[in-house]
Protein backbone atom coordinates (compact mmCIF):
# COMPACT_ATOMS: atom_id res chain seq x y z
CA UNK A 1 0.00 0.00 0.00
CA UNK A 2 2.30 2.65 -1.46
CA UNK A 3 0.52 6.22 -1.72
CA UNK A 4 1.30 9.58 -3.34
CA UNK A 5 -0.92 12.09 -3.29
CA UNK A 6 -4.97 12.49 -3.79
CA UNK A 7 -6.27 11.81 -7.68
CA UNK A 8 -10.09 12.38 -7.08
CA UNK A 9 -13.23 11.35 -5.68
CA UNK A 10 -16.15 9.40 -6.68
CA UNK A 11 -18.63 7.37 -4.92
CA UNK A 12 -17.42 8.81 -2.13
CA UNK A 13 -14.37 7.34 -2.14
CA UNK A 14 -10.56 9.01 -2.51
CA UNK A 15 -8.32 7.33 -4.54
CA UNK A 16 -4.78 7.53 -4.35
CA UNK A 17 -2.32 5.66 -6.54
CA UNK A 18 -2.88 2.37 -5.21
CA UNK A 19 -5.04 2.83 -1.90
CA UNK A 20 -8.61 3.53 -1.65
CA UNK A 21 -9.51 5.20 1.36
CA UNK A 22 -13.77 5.29 1.56
CA UNK A 23 -16.26 6.88 4.44
CA UNK A 24 -18.95 4.15 3.61
CA UNK A 25 -18.67 0.53 3.35
CA UNK A 26 -17.08 -1.32 0.45
CA UNK A 27 -15.31 -4.31 0.30
CA UNK A 28 -13.05 -2.93 -2.44
CA UNK A 29 -11.59 -0.50 -0.33
CA UNK A 30 -8.35 -0.52 1.46
CA UNK A 31 -9.58 1.50 4.30
CA UNK A 32 -13.02 2.80 5.58
CA UNK A 33 -13.66 5.09 8.02
CA UNK A 34 -17.48 5.90 8.32
CA UNK A 35 -19.43 7.85 10.61
CA UNK A 36 -21.87 4.82 11.90
CA UNK A 37 -22.82 2.75 15.01
CA UNK A 38 -20.70 0.41 15.75
CA UNK A 39 -23.50 -2.53 15.90
CA UNK A 40 -24.98 -1.55 12.55
CA UNK A 41 -21.53 -1.05 10.99
CA UNK A 42 -20.30 -4.65 12.18
CA UNK A 43 -23.64 -5.63 10.68
CA UNK A 44 -22.16 -5.08 7.04
CA UNK A 45 -19.63 -7.58 7.55
CA UNK A 46 -19.41 -11.13 6.63
CA UNK A 47 -18.63 -13.69 9.15
CA UNK A 48 -15.26 -14.29 10.25
CA UNK A 49 -13.99 -12.07 7.48
CA UNK A 50 -11.77 -9.91 10.29
CA UNK A 51 -8.22 -11.11 11.38
CA UNK A 52 -7.99 -8.10 14.11
CA UNK A 53 -10.20 -6.31 16.13
CA UNK A 54 -8.84 -3.52 18.49
CA UNK A 55 -10.57 -0.91 20.35
CA UNK A 56 -10.79 0.92 23.69
CA UNK A 57 -14.44 1.32 23.86
CA UNK A 58 -15.95 4.50 26.13
CA UNK A 59 -15.46 3.69 29.77
CA UNK A 60 -19.08 5.18 30.41
CA UNK A 61 -17.36 7.98 32.48
CA UNK A 62 -19.25 11.19 30.87
CA UNK A 63 -16.56 12.28 28.12
CA UNK A 64 -18.33 14.51 25.03
CA UNK A 65 -18.77 11.42 23.09
CA UNK A 66 -20.04 9.16 25.14
CA UNK A 67 -23.43 9.65 27.42
CA UNK A 68 -23.60 8.07 30.99
CA UNK A 69 -25.56 5.29 31.65
CA UNK A 70 -25.92 2.76 34.78
CA UNK A 71 -22.72 0.11 34.54
CA UNK A 72 -25.14 -2.63 33.64
CA UNK A 73 -26.70 -1.11 30.66
CA UNK A 74 -23.36 0.33 29.44
CA UNK A 75 -22.64 -3.39 29.39
CA UNK A 76 -25.70 -4.73 28.28
CA UNK A 77 -24.98 -2.34 25.23
CA UNK A 78 -21.53 -3.82 24.94
CA UNK A 79 -22.29 -7.08 25.16
CA UNK A 80 -24.43 -6.71 21.55
CA UNK A 81 -21.70 -5.49 20.00
CA UNK A 82 -19.39 -8.29 21.46
CA UNK A 83 -21.73 -10.69 20.02
CA UNK A 84 -21.36 -9.36 16.50
CA UNK A 85 -17.55 -8.82 16.36
CA UNK A 86 -17.02 -12.14 17.37
CA UNK A 87 -19.37 -13.46 14.35
CA UNK A 88 -17.20 -11.10 12.16
CA UNK A 89 -13.67 -13.03 13.66
CA UNK A 90 -11.91 -15.05 11.88
CA UNK A 91 -11.15 -18.42 13.07
CA UNK A 92 -7.22 -17.68 13.41
CA UNK A 93 -8.46 -13.60 14.47
CA UNK A 94 -7.67 -11.76 17.72
CA UNK A 95 -9.45 -9.46 20.03
CA UNK A 96 -7.92 -6.49 21.61
CA UNK A 97 -9.60 -4.50 24.03
CA UNK A 98 -8.49 -1.78 26.10
CA UNK A 99 -9.73 -0.04 28.87
CA UNK A 100 -9.34 1.74 32.31
CA UNK A 101 -11.57 2.60 34.76
CA UNK A 102 -15.91 3.17 35.34
CA UNK A 103 -15.71 5.24 38.40
CA UNK A 104 -19.10 6.17 40.38
CA UNK A 105 -19.70 8.12 43.75
CA UNK A 106 -15.37 7.96 43.96
CA UNK A 107 -15.46 4.34 43.45
CA UNK A 108 -13.71 2.62 41.08
CA UNK A 109 -15.11 -0.38 38.98
CA UNK A 110 -11.69 -1.91 36.60
CA UNK A 111 -13.71 -2.22 33.46
CA UNK A 112 -11.47 -5.54 32.30
CA UNK A 113 -13.05 -7.66 34.80
CA UNK A 114 -16.28 -6.77 33.54
CA UNK A 115 -15.74 -7.46 30.49
CA UNK A 116 -13.97 -10.53 31.14
CA UNK A 117 -17.22 -12.80 31.90
CA UNK A 118 -18.82 -10.85 28.70
CA UNK A 119 -16.19 -12.65 26.32
CA UNK A 120 -15.82 -15.61 27.71
CA UNK A 121 -19.33 -16.22 27.65
CA UNK A 122 -19.18 -15.85 23.95
CA UNK A 123 -16.45 -18.27 23.75
CA UNK A 124 -13.08 -16.33 23.39
CA UNK A 125 -9.77 -17.43 25.51
CA UNK A 126 -7.96 -14.95 27.26
CA UNK A 127 -4.30 -14.96 26.52
CA UNK A 128 -2.59 -11.76 27.92
CA UNK A 129 -4.03 -9.42 30.50
CA UNK A 130 -1.33 -6.43 29.49
CA UNK A 131 -0.60 -3.77 31.61
CA UNK A 132 0.24 -0.33 29.73
CA UNK A 133 1.68 1.37 32.08
CA UNK A 134 2.18 5.22 30.92
CA UNK A 135 4.00 8.30 33.18
CA UNK A 136 1.65 10.81 33.04
CA UNK A 137 -2.38 11.52 33.78
CA UNK A 138 -4.79 13.16 35.68
CA UNK A 139 -3.97 13.56 39.50
CA UNK A 140 -6.06 12.33 42.07
CA UNK A 141 -6.40 13.17 45.52
CA UNK A 142 -8.73 10.67 47.71
CA UNK A 143 -6.93 7.83 46.05
CA UNK A 144 -3.44 6.84 44.31
CA UNK A 145 -3.32 9.02 40.65
CA UNK A 146 -4.23 6.15 37.67
CA UNK A 147 -1.36 5.60 35.72
CA UNK A 148 -2.24 2.26 33.98
CA UNK A 149 -4.85 0.86 31.95
CA UNK A 150 -5.13 -3.15 30.95
CA UNK A 151 -5.32 -4.53 27.48
CA UNK A 152 -7.45 -8.26 27.19
CA UNK A 153 -6.52 -10.08 24.55
CA UNK A 154 -8.54 -13.00 23.67
CA UNK A 155 -8.49 -15.53 20.53
CA UNK A 156 -11.30 -16.86 19.09
CA UNK A 157 -9.48 -20.61 18.74
CA UNK A 158 -6.16 -22.11 20.00
CA UNK A 159 -4.61 -21.93 16.55
CA UNK A 160 -4.03 -18.33 16.31
CA UNK A 161 -1.71 -15.40 14.92
CA UNK A 162 1.28 -14.68 17.16
CA UNK A 163 3.93 -13.23 15.34
CA UNK A 164 6.28 -13.69 18.38
CA UNK A 165 9.45 -12.26 15.26
CA UNK A 166 7.95 -9.28 14.36
CA UNK A 167 8.06 -7.55 17.57
CA UNK A 168 10.76 -8.88 19.79
CA UNK A 169 12.74 -6.05 22.01
CA UNK A 170 16.60 -5.80 22.29
CA UNK A 171 17.44 -8.08 25.43
CA UNK A 172 18.63 -6.63 28.48
CA UNK A 173 21.81 -9.28 28.43
CA UNK A 174 22.17 -10.70 25.02
CA UNK A 175 25.24 -12.47 25.52
CA UNK A 176 23.93 -14.79 28.19
CA UNK A 177 24.68 -18.27 28.07
CA UNK A 178 23.58 -21.47 29.39
CA UNK A 179 25.39 -22.53 32.69
CA UNK A 180 24.22 -25.92 32.88
CA UNK A 181 22.67 -29.13 30.85
CA UNK A 182 23.04 -29.86 27.51
CA UNK A 183 22.93 -26.57 26.20
CA UNK A 184 25.65 -25.39 28.28
CA UNK A 185 27.96 -22.46 27.30
CA UNK A 186 25.51 -21.70 24.25
CA UNK A 187 23.66 -18.42 23.98
CA UNK A 188 20.25 -18.89 25.22
CA UNK A 189 19.08 -15.73 23.81
CA UNK A 190 16.99 -15.05 20.79
CA UNK A 191 19.06 -12.91 18.03
CA UNK A 192 16.34 -11.20 17.42
CA UNK A 193 15.39 -9.91 20.28
CA UNK A 194 13.36 -11.45 23.36
CA UNK A 195 9.69 -11.62 24.14
CA UNK A 196 8.35 -7.81 25.20
CA UNK A 197 6.19 -9.51 27.89
CA UNK A 198 2.94 -8.48 28.98
CA UNK A 199 4.07 -5.06 30.97
CA UNK A 200 4.15 -2.12 28.53
CA UNK A 201 5.77 0.63 29.94
CA UNK A 202 8.44 1.32 32.86
CA UNK A 203 8.76 1.77 36.01
CA UNK A 204 12.17 3.66 36.76
CA UNK A 205 14.68 3.86 34.64
CA UNK A 206 16.60 0.16 35.08
CA UNK A 207 13.76 -2.11 35.38
CA UNK A 208 14.67 -3.53 31.71
CA UNK A 209 16.32 -2.19 29.23
CA UNK A 210 14.38 -3.87 26.54
CA UNK A 211 10.99 -2.75 27.50
CA UNK A 212 8.62 -1.27 24.93
CA UNK A 213 7.59 2.70 26.13
CA UNK A 214 4.40 3.96 25.28
CA UNK A 215 2.97 7.13 26.37
CA UNK A 216 -0.05 7.87 26.43
CA UNK A 217 -1.38 10.98 23.77
CA UNK A 218 -1.50 14.09 25.92
CA UNK A 219 -1.21 18.06 25.33
CA UNK A 220 3.01 18.07 24.15
CA UNK A 221 1.97 14.53 22.33
CA UNK A 222 3.41 14.69 19.01
CA UNK A 223 -0.11 13.05 17.63
CA UNK A 224 -2.33 15.12 19.59
CA UNK A 225 -5.39 16.05 18.02
CA UNK A 226 -8.87 17.50 19.68
CA UNK A 227 -10.11 14.00 21.06
CA UNK A 228 -9.65 13.56 24.98
CA UNK A 229 -8.86 9.89 25.08
CA UNK A 230 -6.47 9.23 21.89
CA UNK A 231 -4.95 5.62 21.10
CA UNK A 232 -1.01 6.31 20.69
CA UNK A 233 -0.61 4.83 17.04
CA UNK A 234 2.37 2.69 18.49
CA UNK A 235 0.41 0.95 20.73
CA UNK A 236 -2.01 -0.49 18.02
CA UNK A 237 1.16 -1.15 15.83
CA UNK A 238 2.59 -3.78 18.58
CA UNK A 239 -0.67 -5.39 18.29
CA UNK A 240 -1.14 -5.09 14.83
CA UNK A 241 2.60 -6.65 13.78
CA UNK A 242 2.04 -9.66 16.01
CA UNK A 243 -2.09 -10.91 15.68
CA UNK A 244 -1.95 -10.32 12.29
CA UNK A 245 -0.43 -10.84 8.73
CA UNK A 246 -0.01 -8.38 5.62
CA UNK A 247 -3.46 -7.97 3.58
CA UNK A 248 -5.62 -8.90 6.56
CA UNK A 249 -8.57 -6.86 7.74
CA UNK A 250 -8.35 -4.45 10.94
CA UNK A 251 -11.07 -3.10 12.71
CA UNK A 252 -11.72 -0.58 14.80
CA UNK A 253 -15.31 -0.50 16.18
CA UNK A 254 -14.56 3.03 18.38
CA UNK A 255 -12.36 4.35 16.03
CA UNK A 256 -12.03 7.78 17.27
CA UNK A 257 -9.33 9.77 15.03
CA UNK A 258 -8.06 7.00 13.64
CA UNK A 259 -5.00 5.77 15.34
CA UNK A 260 -6.10 2.12 14.85
CA UNK A 261 -6.20 2.51 11.20
CA UNK A 262 -2.99 4.16 10.50
CA UNK A 263 -1.37 1.69 12.39
CA UNK A 264 -2.74 -0.74 10.31
CA UNK A 265 -2.45 0.76 6.88
CA UNK A 266 1.20 1.47 8.27
CA UNK A 267 1.69 -2.08 7.87
CA UNK A 268 -0.13 -2.86 4.84
CA UNK A 269 -3.26 -4.20 6.40
CA UNK A 270 -6.69 -3.49 5.57
CA UNK A 271 -8.01 -1.38 7.71
CA UNK A 272 -11.92 -0.83 8.86
CA UNK A 273 -13.03 2.17 10.97
CA UNK A 274 -16.71 3.60 12.85
CA UNK A 275 -17.49 6.45 15.12
CA UNK A 276 -20.53 7.90 15.68
CA UNK A 277 -18.71 11.42 16.55
CA UNK A 278 -18.73 13.09 12.98
CA UNK A 279 -16.23 15.19 14.71
CA UNK A 280 -13.78 12.45 14.75
CA UNK A 281 -14.07 11.15 11.94
CA UNK A 282 -13.29 14.42 10.21
CA UNK A 283 -10.19 14.67 12.05
CA UNK A 284 -9.38 10.93 11.30
CA UNK A 285 -10.21 11.07 7.24
CA UNK A 286 -7.47 14.02 7.42
CA UNK A 287 -5.03 12.13 9.48
CA UNK A 288 -5.45 9.11 7.69
CA UNK A 289 -4.90 11.40 3.93
CA UNK A 290 -1.95 13.12 5.43
CA UNK A 291 -0.43 9.78 6.60
CA UNK A 292 -0.82 8.09 2.96
CA UNK A 293 0.62 11.46 1.36
CA UNK A 294 3.31 11.18 3.66
CA UNK A 295 2.57 14.06 6.25
CA UNK A 296 1.69 12.97 9.20
CA UNK A 297 4.11 12.60 12.18
CA UNK A 298 3.76 10.04 14.64
CA UNK A 299 5.70 9.20 17.43
CA UNK A 300 8.30 6.30 16.09
CA UNK A 301 7.50 2.80 17.86
CA UNK A 302 11.12 2.50 18.80
CA UNK A 303 11.85 5.68 20.49
CA UNK A 304 12.40 6.02 24.03
CA UNK A 305 10.35 8.04 26.74
CA UNK A 306 12.18 11.47 27.28
CA UNK A 307 13.69 11.50 30.57
CA UNK A 308 14.69 14.23 32.45
CA UNK A 309 18.77 14.97 33.16
CA UNK A 310 17.68 17.11 36.71
CA UNK A 311 19.11 20.32 35.13
CA UNK A 312 15.97 21.35 33.58
CA UNK A 313 14.58 24.08 35.13
CA UNK A 314 11.48 22.76 35.50
CA UNK A 315 12.65 19.66 37.56
CA UNK A 316 14.42 22.18 40.14
CA UNK A 317 12.70 22.83 43.23
CA UNK A 318 11.15 26.14 43.64
CA UNK A 319 11.71 28.92 45.47
CA UNK A 320 8.75 28.87 46.84
CA UNK A 321 9.15 25.81 48.56
CA UNK A 322 12.55 26.51 50.08
CA UNK A 323 11.21 29.69 51.46
CA UNK A 324 8.27 27.37 52.61
CA UNK A 325 10.36 25.13 54.48
CA UNK A 326 12.91 28.05 56.21
CA UNK A 327 9.68 29.17 57.49
CA UNK A 328 8.60 25.89 58.95
CA UNK A 329 11.98 25.99 60.75
CA UNK A 330 12.24 29.78 62.16
Known amino acids: MQSIDLINMENNCFFYSDVILSNQY ?6 VLECNDAVEFAKKLRDESVQLIITSPPYNIGKSYETRVSIQEYLSTQTELITELVRILGPKGSICWQVGNYIEKSEVYPLDIYYYPIFKDAGLKLRNRIIWHFGHGLHASKRFSGRYETLLWFTKTDNYTFNLDDIRVPSKYPNKRHFKGNKKGELSGNPLGKNPSDF ?131
Open 200 to 330: WGRIQEDFDSGMWEIPNVKANHIEKTEHPCQFPVELVERCVLAMSNEGDVVFDPYAGVASSLIAAVKHNRKALGVDRAEEYIAIGEERLQQFLNGTLETRPIDKPVYEPTGKEKITQIPIEWVQLERSAYN
Open 26 to 31: SADADI
